[in-house]
């Protein structure tokens, strides 16, 4: 199945311009159907290559996802 820039975006939970950023500059395959410049479409395998890459790369550079902290209760007896 081919995706669209914006259901990419949806999946990958980021802004159209992300992506179109993203394919710009290579860093996600594509497929261009069409005249001229054409219709931009993204295959499930370079999706899943993409995000493969993005993997080996948090590791390699050794980033660390941090843990969400807690939420702290709302105060008491605070006023304006």
């Given at each position: 199945m081919l995706l669209?820039?914006?259901?990419?975006a949806e999946r990958l939970n980021v802004s159209l311009s992300t992506v179109y950023?993203?394919?710009e500059t290579g860093?996600?395959?594509?497929?261009?159907i069409?005249?001229?410049?054409?219709?931009?479409?993204?295959?499930?395998?370079?999706?899943?290559e993409y995000l493969e890459s993005t993997k080996n790369e948090?590791?390699?550079?050794?980033?660390?996802i941090p843990e969400a902290r807690p939420r702290r209760p709302p105060r008491k007896n605070f006023q304006l």
């Amino acid at each position: 199945m081919l995706l669209k820039p914006r259901q990419l975006a949806e999946r990958l939970n980021v802004s159209l311009s992300t992506v179109y950023g993203l394919i710009e500059t290579g860093k996600i395959a594509c497929h261009r159907i069409g005249v001229g410049r054409g219709a931009v479409r993204v295959s499930e395998s370079q999706l899943a290559e993409y995000l493969e890459s993005t993997k080996n790369e948090c590791r390699e550079q050794g980033i660390r996802i941090p843990e969400a902290r807690p939420r702290r209760p709302p105060r008491k007896n605070f006023q304006l």
